[in-house]
């Protein structure tokens, strides 16, 4: 399967998942549904049916609220049946809103309290190179995340370790939950500040399979990697596309079938 | 204590190159013989509590036994999230050590003055909450919460008491120090030397039979000890250098409610306060009512009263 139609099918199941459990942060989810389809369709190693497998890439979401994007993508691969996505925010159902790992093959690790995630990869990375594994630790980040003052501890540490086997990914969709970041809190120039870390960083179009596939297999020797894709939030459903109501809202049955309809042009 | 742990520390790292030391800027003259022996094993990841639990967490998930450092406050309270979320939600083997329980730091103010860990550590599920009352048993903590996998908080301090020579310490298991009918003293951490000192004062001045428990894991505590000892004595005094609420007295207070036992309880600890005066922790202790004087008084007052 081609990563355009990977990301498709997540999409779809996305939608359907956040339609059947009522769930909010669709918008979210879209708008990283490419990242995780060219990571998971075209530049991780891992083995769905051997989920532990000591030398697989690792992905983590720190943007945990994106979680179904998450558990949709790991099902098209093949680590667990799709048809148990559509338990999804249900009544008993493992498949929380934000994501979690326990009982669902392929998650990494738990997050949904924002800014965790990057200092978890930096003890990730920091093993594989103690362990001298060659693999690598990919860490989505939304772009408001970046005000969470843990991530400014990593980044240091990583910078220091000089882990070039961690890439962190920002999901720069300029929209946070009210506003957008430049009018909750400014976080320009995100490149100049990564810099200032001493990070080696890189932009991409956050929905060009192409310009991210080529990004994440750069090489950053000596220095973690920050990938800042520009991203649109809802990509993909016109009337949710940078519309910050998509952070909140759950589509109705006409608004899914709206949605499908546009994904299948 | 320090020094015990960091010596069964070396011996580990040196038997097991999966365990890995981190500490936050902390522990001047305290780690060099670790970082000199087991450089690959030894990172100082600066001041920075949040991502230190973090990337402990992360350590972790890679198959690593981590051992995080620092003092009072900061490896508890600063990134409880952190200790909940990635560490205790993903079952790791992190074990947190922090150096300066109570009133250790006493001079140093209130921010160093760790008063409430013990209550807060407990009620994170998923994480054993030790604090060891002498050398010889924070020497063996770490080892066995290491050896017991999964989360860890050792609290340690630089009071301790004298080494039972026939005390044998084992995770979830109290000691109980000497016999006595009248009154049980339960007490954790470096403040049972203050519970001993109280329990002399009773026999040798009041004629009162007293035995004192060293209950040293406070999760999951000893329930087979506290009923026990519930069952012999006419009262309960529990001692400890913490926030009363959710600690020690709380710990056995819930027990006891909840197998039903019936029997007079008095707490000795902080009274949900912050301490704004300062000095050392023998001062402290006694200017908060921790002391043996006090521990025998609540013990005389409860007999009185029963």
Request: with cysteine.
């Amino acid at each position: 399967m081609s990563s355009i139609e990977l990301a498709k099918r997540v999409r779809i199941n996305c939608l359907r998942m956040v339609h059947a459990g009522g769930s909010s942060h669709i918008g979210s989810a879209l708008s990283c549904v490419d990242i995780l389809a060219v990571l998971y369709g075209k530049i991780m190693s891992y083995k769905a049916e051997n989920p532990d497998w000591e030398d697989r890439d690792r992905f983590i979401l720190s943007k945990g609220h994106a979680g179904v994007a998450v558990y949709a993508v790991l099902a098209e691969v093949g680590f667990f049946s799709k048809s148990e996505l559509i338990n999804h925010y249900r009544d008993g159902s493992i498949f929380s809103g934000h994501v979690s790992h326990k009982g669902i093959p392929g998650v990494e690790f738990s997050t949904g309290s924002l800014g965790h995630g990057l200092p978890v990869s930096v003890g990730m990375a920091l093993a594989s190179k103690l362990d001298r594994r060659s693999n690598k630790v990919f860490v989505l980040l939304g772009d408001g995340e970046l005000m969470e003052g843990a991530n400014w501890e990593a980044a240091l540490l990583s910078a220091h370790h000089k882990l070039d086997n961690l890439v962190l990914i920002i999901d720069r969709n300029n929209l946070q939950s009210i506003d957008t970041t430049e009018n909750t809190v400014a976080l320009e120039s995100i490149r100049n500040k990564f810099e200032a870390f001493n990070w080696a960083v890189m932009e991409a179009d956050g929905h060009c399979h192409d310009s991210l596939a080529k990004i994440f297999t750069t090489c950053s020797t000596g220095r973690p990697l920050v990938v800042i894709a520009h991203t649109i939030k809802g990509k993909g459903v016109s009337f949710m596309e940078n519309n910050v109501a998509w952070h909140y809202k759950s589509p109705n049955d006409e608004q899914l079938k709206q949605a499908l309809k546009e994904l299948d042009r | 204590m320090r020094d015990s742990v960091v010596s069964a520390l070396i011996e580990r790292a040196g038997q097991d190159p999966t365990v890995v030391l981190l500490t936050g800027d902390l522990g001047y003259g305290v780690f060099e013989e670790f970082a000199e022996e087991y450089p690959l094993q030894f990172f100082n990841v600066g001041i920075g509590e949040q991502n230190m639990i973090g990337v402990a967490a992360g350590l972790a998930l890679s198959g690593k036994k981590v051992i995080v450092y620092s003092i009072g406050n900061f490896p508890t309270l600063r990134c409880l999230e952190q200790i909940r979320n990635d560490v205790c939600y993903h079952d790791l083997n992190v074990i947190i050590i922090s150096q300066g329980g109570g009133f250790n730091y006493g001079g140093l103010g209130m921010t160093h003055h760790a008063t409430e860990d013990l209550s807060i550590m407990r009620a994170v599920p998923g994480i054993k909450v030790v604090a060891p009352s002498s050398k010889a048993s924070a020497e063996v903590a770490l080892i066995q919460l290491l050896d017991a996998g999964g989360a860890g908080y050792l609290r340690i301090e630089k009071t301790a008491i004298k080494q039972w020579p026939d005390k044998v310490y084992s995770l979830g298991k109290a000691n109980t120090i000497g016999e006595g009918d009248d009154i049980a003293i339960f007490a954790i951490g470096g403040v049972v030397t203050e519970a001993i000192e109280a329990r002399e004062m009773l026999i040798r001045e009041h004629g009162v039979s007293c035995r004192v428990i060293d209950v040293y894991t406070l999760k999951p505590i000893d329930q087979e000890e506290i009923a026990r000892s519930a069952g012999e004595v006419r009262g309960i005094i529990t001692v400890e250098e913490n926030n009363l609420l959710g600690g020690l007295y709380g710990a056995v207070a819930e027990l006891l409610c909840e197998k039903n036992i019936s029997i007079p309880v008095v707490g000795v600890g902080l009274r949900d306060s912050y301490s704004s005066v300062v000095g050392s922790q023998k001062y402290l202790r006694s200017y908060y009512g921790l002391d043996s004087t006090n521990i025998c008084n609540a013990a005389l007052k409860l007999l009185e009263r029963y």
